[in-house]
């Protein structure tokens, strides 16, 4: 069945860089992108960006251009998020999912908590 | 980037009740328009895609219409495991594939 496992909680300071993972398992990894969305607490949700692990092409918000990045290891079938230059309301819970919308299979998130 | 507006923010209902969600868009999103339910702890769950097809395993209770800017999402007779909170998100122009901000569905 297919599976998105993501990593453990992380607790960063302002100004530092985080590095999200969500492994794969079920499908072939290169036939579908990655989505990214997250949510503050207490918040809605909000779409982050996409990328294909077959081409490596990414689609980013605008919101987040120049310091986020996407990757993937498609030896391992994990996709990677990375957000530099954290600050207090990039707090939040980081859902990865499988390819565009609609999807319905989803990470279990990861709890990024920036704080001093 | 498309706006979502989803209304209303909350509604407190009992179980039996019928309820329409109402979601618009900025501008025309064609049908490519999804719904989402949340639950506290948990990712977001498919309902919804192509505006009113149904995702797989979800109940007929749950109905999806609209096209262009105006959509809404109906659940015919509101069960007690209904609870949470419904997103609305279209994925006609992207990126971002941009959410509604929710609305949160009380049972009473």
């Known amino acids: 069945q297919v599976q998105l496992v993501q990593s453990g909680p992380e607790v960063k300071n302002p100004g530092a860089s985080v590095k999200v993972s969500c492994k794969t398992s079920?499908?072939?990894?290169?036939?579908?992108?990655i989505t990214w969305v997250r949510q503050a607490p207490g918040q809605g949700l909000e779409w982050m960006g996409w990328?294909?692990?077959?081409?490596?092409?990414?689609k980013y918000s605008q919101k987040f251009q120049g310091r986020l990045t996407m990757t993937t290891d498609t030896s391992t079938s994990t996709a990677y998020l990375e957000l530099r230059s954290l600050e207090f309301d990039d707090t939040a819970i980081y859902y990865c999912?499988?390819?565009?919308?609609?999807?319905?299979?989803w990470g279990q998130g990861t709890l990024v908590t920036v704080s001093t | 980037e498309i706006v979502m507006t989803q209304s209303p923010a909350t509604l407190s209902l009992s179980p039996g009740e019928r309820v329409t969600l109402s979601c618009r868009a900025s501008?025309?999103?064609?049908?490519?328009l999804a719904w989402y339910q949340q639950k506290p702890g948990q990712a977001p769950k498919l309902l919804i895609y192509?505006?009113?097809t149904r995702a797989t395993g979800i109940p007929a209770r749950f109905s999806g219409r609209g096209s262009g800017t105006e959509f809404t999402l109906t659940i015919s007779t509101l069960q007690s495991e209904d609870f949470g909170v419904y997103y609305c998100?279209?994925?006609?122009?992207?990126?971002?594939?941009?959410f509604g901000q929710g609305t949160k569905v009380e049972i009473k």
């Open positions: 192509g505006a009113s």
């Open positions: 999912s499988r390819d565009r919308a609609p999807t319905d299979y």
């Open positions: 990328i294909s692990p077959y081409i490596g092409d990414t």
């Open positions: 998100q279209q994925y006609n122009y992207w990126p971002p594939e941009t």
């Open positions: 079920g499908y072939r990894f290169n036939s579908y992108g």
């Open positions: 501008q025309s999103v064609s049908s490519n």
